[in-house]
């Protein structure tokens, strides 16, 4: 297993899975937003596990300023490991490789958000970050 910075042809394969991905991170809440879908397509730098030229996940990350700190933090905008390869500590390995990423670029804080019953928040949790803000809705 191998994770580097993907290839132009491997982002257009990730990109391919888009609607998938947003659908599942967010638990159906975003499913077929054209939004977001265009947030995330100014950001390229994807990291890839690979193993014997199969993509078996990736987390995008980029940059963002933070208006409270007036700091540019890192951000993680995506996180996705395919479902034959979960369980395996690949979306650590993933998260570990994006943080080691923004330390080499002197940020200190990162940022992401999760959504509310997405399994991937236990993750996070464990892997120190806290919880800073809390959306709420009603629907009426």
């Keep these: 297993m191998t994770i580097r910075r993907a290839t132009h042809n491997e982002i257009a394969i990730i990109r391919s899975y888009g609607d998938k991905v947003r659908d599942e991170a967010s638990?159906?809440?975003?499913?077929?937003?054209?939004?977001?879908?265009?947030?995330?397509?100014?950001?390229?730098?994807?990291?890839i596990s690979e193993d014997k030229g199969?993509?078996?996940?990736?987390?995008?990350?980029?940059?963002?300023?933070d208006?409270?700190?007036?700091?540019?933090?890192?951000?993680?905008?995506?996180?996705?490991?395919?479902?034959?390869?979960?369980n395996?500590?690949?979306g650590k390995i993933l998260i570990k490789s994006a943080l080691?990423?923004?330390?080499?670029?002197?940020?200190?804080?990162?940022?992401?958000?999760?959504?509310?019953?997405?399994?991937a928040k236990k993750l996070y949790e464990k892997l120190g970050f806290k919880e800073v803000s809390t959306v709420m809705e009603k629907k009426i």
């Design 27 to 47: 638990l159906g809440y975003l499913a077929n937003s054209p939004y977001a879908a265009e947030e995330l397509k100014g950001f390229n730098d994807y990291f």
């Design 67 to 86: 208006y409270y700190t007036s700091q540019t933090t890192g951000m993680i905008l995506e996180l996705y490991v395919f479902k034959e390869h979960r």
């Design 88 to 90: 395996r500590g690949l």
């Design 54 to 65: 199969v993509i078996q996940g990736w987390v995008l990350v980029g940059e963002s300023f």
């Design 100 to 119: 080691s990423y923004f330390k080499h670029l002197g940020l200190n804080r990162i940022h992401l958000n999760v959504f509310s019953g997405n399994h």
